[in-house]
């Protein structure tokens, strides 16, 4: 091999951001960080619970709400233009009155 083309090794630890567990390994990077691992993850774990660390769900909740939203004011729009227009009342019965 080669001298000096080969990256830097440490030993260093992987964290768990969520658990906090921690892994001793060894990497070109110091200090590595995971936001999900194998103890954490719903898959692995089987519970069904969300790990939201970076507002993801917020987001798409507001943004599925805003986008219902506007659905409902375009169907509310389309049933008001569909709606029949209101009758007039006859001229001849407006001028003569009603006939019994």
Known sequence: ???GI????YQTQIVCTTCGTVWPVVGTREGMRVDVC?????????????VDTAGQVDRFMRRLRTSQDQQ???ARRR????????????LLKEIYGEEE
Not at 6 to 9: D, E, I, N, R, V
Not at 79 to 90: F, L, M, Q, T
């Open 79 to 90: 049933a008001e233009r569909e709606k029949p227009a209101p009758k007039k009342p006859s």
């Open 6 to 9: 080969h990256p830097k090794t």
């Open 72 to 74: 409902a004011e375009i």
């Open 38 to 50: 194998s103890r954490c993850h719903p898959f692995y774990t089987g519970e069904q619970r969300i």
């Open 1 to 3: 091999m080669k001298k």
